[in-house]
């Protein structure tokens, strides 16, 4: 596509479910992230991916995170047993071989009620 | 997780006035970026530095790489309204891997 596309914008979810988010790359961008970012705060590094395989876990806060990319392009990053503390934005991004970061999906909100 | 200092935390000026934020750490970065946040936006882009050193400008934003490559600063010129927004700094140690935030530096400008 155009742009980095992320869905749903908005998820306001209860206590305890399970929510899944959704990452669409620039097609042809190999490299893929995710990025969490709480109210007053810089990024958060989530997770990043070059093409399928993801090489860097080390920002996935709990083994109640987990993310996965198939066929090299949609991402999905999922929260089981949602808790009040992962309300935040959720933002991808995608970059090209070059590996500069350039682009951001405008993020999903995720709220835990 | 780790972060960079970044500073100020918010800046109030008037239009027309210049503007200067910085970051630093305590670590080496081989690629500094400067972003900007709109409200319910994806950062975008402003600036990419990959040399100690290096000076770039992009219109009335100028940031430059610190020598020791622990540091950078963002320069705005002649501030205007929409220059409104969060700035970010960010680094990167390897040619590809995830990116280190700031905090941001959130800029108001009065017209």
């Known amino acids: 596509g155009a742009g980095v596309s992320q869905s749903p914008s908005n998820k306001v979810t209860e206590k305890g479910k399970d929510v899944e988010l959704r990452c669409d790359p620039i097609s042809g961008h190999t490299a893929l992230y995710w990025y969490r970012q709480s109210l007053g705060q810089g990024l958060e590094f989530l997770i990043y991916f070059q093409g399928n395989s993801a090489p860097d876990k080390s920002g996935l806060p709990s083994d109640r995170f987990s993310a996965e990319r198939t066929g090299g392009s949609v991402s999905t990053l999922t929260i089981q047993r949602t808790q009040q503390e992962d309300s935040a934005v959720y933002l991808c991004?995608?970059?090209?071989?070059?590996?500069?970061?350039?682009?951001f999906g405008q993020g999903t909100r995720l709220t835990v009620v | 997780g780790q972060q960079l200092n970044q500073s100020p935390q918010s800046m109030f000026i008037q239009e027309g006035e210049d503007v200067s934020m910085n970051c630093t750490s305590s670590?080496?970065?081989?690629?500094w970026l400067w972003y900007k946040q709109d409200p319910g936006e994806g950062p975008v882009l402003l600036i990419a530095?990959?040399?100690?050193?290096e000076l770039t400008s992009n219109g009335r934003l100028t940031a430059q790489f610190g020598i020791t490559r622990k540091d950078s600063f963002l320069n705005i010129s002649a501030s205007i309204p929409s220059d409104v927004g969060i700035y970010f700094c960010?680094?990167?140690?390897?040619?590809?891997?995830?990116?280190?935030f700031g905090k941001g530096t959130k800029l108001s400008v009065k017209p």
């Open positions: 960010a680094g990167q140690r390897g040619s590809q891997g995830n990116l280190i």
């Open positions: 991004a995608s970059s090209n071989n070059r590996g500069m970061l350039a682009f």
């Open positions: 670590s080496i970065f081989n690629t």
């Open positions: 530095l990959y040399k100690a050193g």
